[in-house]
Each structure stands twice: as C-alpha cells, then as structure tokens.
C-alpha cells in the first residue's frame, strides 16, 4: 500500500530503503516523540478520524522521513510523497490532495519551501479538507468550492523557524527531533550491520557511532563505507582496527568531525582570529551556500559547544581550540571596548 514511496530516488537510496525502520516500535532512540506520536496514532485510529497533521522539524537525517513512513503503516493508510521544493503553485499540490484516500498521509518535505500562494491553497485542505480552485481570470474568474477526503499532512523540515505563523499553527502535532547519543547510534549501527550481513565488533559499532556526527543517516553511510573496506581490504569483518582504518581514510578524526567540520573551525580561527564572524561570510570563504553550513554544518557543532551564536555572529569557543590543537586567546588578549 506504500507504493508511494519507491519512486524517491531523489532523497533516500534502495540501501536507505532497505535500512529505514519500518514500525514506530522499530526506530531507535527519540522515546518521547515515538510515544506521544503513538498516543496520537491509536487515538485516531480508535475513534476512526483521520491522525491530526504533523510538523516534524530537526537537521538533516534525523529520522523525519522514517516518521513520516512509519506512521501511515501504524494505521494501514497509504502514503504519498510531495517535496516543498517540487510544489511551485496551487495545481503541483492539486493532484495529491484529489488522490488522497480517506484516512491516508501526504507527506511533504521541506515544507518551508512552499511557495506562498501553494501554502494558503493549503490552508482550508487542512483546517476543513475543502480546496476552493479559480476557474477563468479576470471578470469572468468563477470559485469552484471542491470537497475533499479527510486526510492528515505530515511535514518535515530542517527549519521551522521559517514556517509562517498561520501554516504552523495548523499542525496540531509538532515534534522536534534532537541528535541521537552514542549509545543509540551504536545500536542503529549494530542492527544494521546485521541488516546488511557484515559481521561488527562492539567496540567497532561504537567507533562508526562516536564518527557519525550524532546522526543516524551518516551512521548509516559510514557504516556502509566500513563493510566496503572490510570487504575489500580486510577479511570481511568490522574489527576496531580495520574501522579505524576506514574511518581514517574518510578523514574523520577522534571526535567524529569530518573534513568539512574542520574546515569550519578553522576558517573562524584563521581567517576571523576565532570570530565572531558572520555566517554569510564564513559560508563565502568556504565557498558553501550558506543554507548548507546553517542547515547541515552548524547544527552539530553547535550541539557539541564547538562554537556559540553571539549577536555578532559565530565564535570558536575553548573547546574548539583544544580541538584545533591552538592555545585559545585568554581575556587579556581579547580587544578592549572601554
Ligand atoms: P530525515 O528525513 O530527517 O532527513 P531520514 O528519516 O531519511 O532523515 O533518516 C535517514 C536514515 O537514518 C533512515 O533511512 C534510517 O535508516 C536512519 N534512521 C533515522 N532515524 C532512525 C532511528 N530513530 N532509528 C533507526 N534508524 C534511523
């Protein structure tokens, strides 16, 4: 009933596929959020009414997808798929609001890509399940009141901050999802290696864990990269050694940073003498757009207190110059206003 879902080529792989827990009881980790959902699913499906749509917030790889397929397998509805980015006026969205069957889930995501006029079409779908479609222009532009089947709309995104108030508050569930701890990771990884038929150690499971960034979508990844040089390089098994080894070749050092996070901090550190820099800045020396070091980049690193928001943009904090291997500037060094 999920047929939905196999055409995403574009945002998940078959290997995300096959990896992605299936069940609410099957995903790791985010206790709370999987308990206040499951409240919500078999109260709706008690009193028979469509789930009240969802907002899912959270960085990058953090399971709002896997929610988002999880949920309408909980209550045997179908699914459909949309991407915010994909939806650039009313009659993109039109097809899979008429498509919906009763009870099913349209999952959108990247919601805050929504273009305005597709966002307000959106509103009456959701508060009355009624769209109201404009036939002709000008004079002669006649309103066509359409009825629709109750539905529930699922949307993700990496920034709810740039949800607009209205649409926001037509989600009566939101839930942000938070960076997984290590433990957690390691079970995902542990599970997955059985998943993917390659035997792991556990001091193994927990290195790939501690090298994902917090995150179960890198875990996944990094995990595949180890099975690969296993496979190729060793004799098939994740020993600590041979990860190690693998996880050096990526460039990811003992605190599970990568390549990209260190050329984070130090660009603070050389080229703005640790900051406060601006992040538009920052993102232009580095040669990224800006969404990707907000979006993906900062995210972590600011979790792991690595750098601080100030008002006047972001700084290294002592942390991060332990990291970088550089004495941090003590108060006396730091310029004086008065
Ligand atoms: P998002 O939509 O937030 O970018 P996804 O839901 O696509 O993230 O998650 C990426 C991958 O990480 C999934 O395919 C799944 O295999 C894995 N994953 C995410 N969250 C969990 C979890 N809580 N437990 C187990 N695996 C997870």
């Known amino acids: 009933r999920l047929a939905a879902e196999a055409p995403r080529t574009d945002l998940a792989t078959v290997d995300d596929v096959a990896l992605r827990p299936k069940y609410l009881r099957d995903i790791i980790g985010q206790r709370a959020v999987c308990e206040r959902i499951q409240i919500a699913v078999d109260a709706a499906a008690g009193r028979k009414e469509p789930l009240g749509h ?11 997808t896997t929610f988002a397929t999880c949920i309408p397998r909980e209550l045997d509805v179908s699914l459909q798929i949309a991407s915010g980015a994909a939806l650039s006026a009313p009659k993109d969205l039109l097809p899979y609001l008429t498509n919906a069957e009763e009870g099913s889930v349209l999952f959108i995501d990247e919601i805050h890509r929504l273009p305005k006029a597709v966002e307000e079409f959106m509103y009456p779908a959701m508060e009355d399940f009624r769209i109201d479609i404009t036939l002709g222009e ?23 901050g740039m ?19 290590i433990a957690e990771l390691t079970r995902i990884v542990v599970i997955n290696a059985k998943k993917l038929g390659l035997p792991i150690d556990d001091d ?4 790939i864990a501690t090298a994902s960034r917090g995150t179960p979508r890198i875990a996944n990844n990094r995990l595949r990269w180890v099975r690969d040089y296993a496979q190729s390089r060793a004799a098939g098994e994740a020993t600590l050694p041979v ?19 260190r050329k984070y901090l130090s660009t603070i550190l050389r080229v703005f003498h640790g900051g406060p820099a601006g992040v538009e800045a920052i993102a232009h020396t580095m040669n990224l757009p800006v969404d990707t070091l907000t979006d993906e980049v900062e995210p972590f690193l600011l979790r792991s207190e690595l750098v601080i928001r100030t008002p006047r943009g972001r700084k290294l904090t002592t942390k991060a110059y332990d990291h970088l291997g550089v004495e941090a500037p003590s108060e006396e060094d730091a310029p004086r206003l008065f």
């Not at 193994?204 to 290195?207: L, T, W």
């Open 204 to 207: 193994a499971a927990e290195k």
């Open 54 to 64: 969802v907002l899912l917030d959270g960085p990058p790889g953090l399971g709002k």
């Open 138 to 160: 000008g004079m002669n532009a006649r309103t066509l009141n359409m009825k629709l089947r109750p539905m529930t709309i699922i949307g993700a995104t990496t920034r709810s």
């Open 163 to 181: 949800l607009s108030a209205p649409l926001r508050d037509r989600f009566p569930v939101r839930e942000h999802l938070d960076f997984y701890s």
């Open 243 to 261: 990860t190690d080894d693998a996880l050096g070749m990526l460039g990811v050092d003992q605190a599970g940073l990568d390549p990209q996070d």
